[in-house]
């Protein structure tokens, strides 16, 4: 909850924060949901497992890591 005068601040830093990370990580994230909209939730939870999956195998995911663990900024890939 924000407050109305505050939303399209918070609205920016979201938006900030989102566009630092992974592009092919945000990518999988909202094709995984117009995905596994229309399924019992068994299905989507299975589908979602093996999405995760992949993406933490990504080139992207082992970047990310990386990065943190060196306390540096991540370089994604422009995918």
């Known amino acids: 909850m924000v407050p109305g005068d505050g939303l399209l601040s918070r ?6 924060a989102m566009l630092a990370n992974s592009w092919q990580a945000i990518n999988n994230g909202r094709e995984l949901y117009e995905l596994s909209t229309g399924m019992d ?12 999956k992949a993406t933490l195998a990504s080139a992207d995911s082992h970047e990310g890591i990386a990065a943190y663990a060196q306390k540096r900024v991540a370089e994604f890939g422009q995918d």
């Open 11 to 16: 609205a920016l830093e979201v938006t900030q």
């Open 41 to 52: 939730i068994a299905q989507a939870l299975a589908v979602g497992n093996a999405w995760g």
